[in-house]
C-alpha cells in the first residue's frame, strides 16, 4: 500500500481569500458605522448647565440670618439680602429645578424664589411643625429641630434631625 499525498493548495488558497475578504468587508463595515455615527449624531452635553464660571449659588447663613447669592468659580458675592420674619434659618435645600431655595427656620418653612432679584423669603402658612406629633412608619414622634433638608425628583421635600434618634420627614 502506498500513500500519495495530493497537494490542496487551491482548495487552501481559496479558503484564504473568503476569509481576507470577508475580515476586510467587516472591517469597512464596522468603519463606516463608526463613521457614520460620529458624524450625524450630536455630541455629548449638559443641556441646561452652564460654565463653572457662569454658575451661580446660594447658601444662608443661620448666623447673621441672610442669604448670599455668589459664583461658584470664584466665590464672589454677586448680592446678599437679610430675610425678612426669619430668626434663626436652620436648613436649605434647592430644588432639583434650581429656582426655588427652601429654607426650614425653627420648623416653619419658607421660599425663596431665585429668579427674583429681590431674593426675598416668603413663609409657607400653615408649616409650622414645632411641638406636633408626627405619625408615620416609626410611630409617634416629636421633632423640635430640624437639622438638614432636602428635594426629591417628585417635589417632596424632606427634612432630618441630628438627634440620636435621626428622624426624617416628608413636608409635601
Request: charged letters at 15%; hydrophobic letters at 35%.
Amino acid at each position: 500500500m502506498e500513500l500519495k499525498n495530493q497537494p490542496l493548495i487551491g482548495i487552501e488558497l481559496t479558503l484564504r481569500k473568503v476569509v481576507i475578504i470577508t475580515t476586510a468587508f467587516a472591517l469597512l463595515l464596522t468603519t463606516s458605522i463608526f463613521l457614520y455615527t460620529s458624524l450625524t449624531s450630536s455630541p455629548d452635553t449638559m443641556a441646561g448647565t452652564q460654565s463653572d464660571s457662569e454658575q451661580t449659588c446660594f447658601t444662608i447663613s443661620d448666623y447673621q440670618n441672610k442669604i448670599y447669592k455668589f459664583r461658584l468659580s470664584d466665590g464672589t458675592i454677586l448680592d446678599s439680602k437679610s430675610f425678612n420674619n426669619l430668626s434663626s434659618p436652620e436648613a436649605s435645600t434647592l430644588n432639583l429645578k434650581g429656582d426655588t431655595l427652601w429654607v426650614l427656620n425653627q420648623d416653619e418653612l419658607h421660599f425663596v424664589k431665585t429668579s427674583s432679584s429681590s431674593l426675598a423669603n416668603t413663609k409657607v402658612s400653615g408649616s409650622n411643625i414645632s411641638s406636633q406629633t408626627l405619625t408615620g412608619a416609626l410611630g409617634n414622634k416629636s421633632i423640635s429641630d430640624f437639622d438638614a433638608m432636602s428635594v426629591d425628583v417628585n417635589g417632596n421635600i424632606w427634612a432630618g434631625t441630628s438627634s440620636n434618634d435621626l428622624y426624617t420627614v416628608s413636608i409635601k
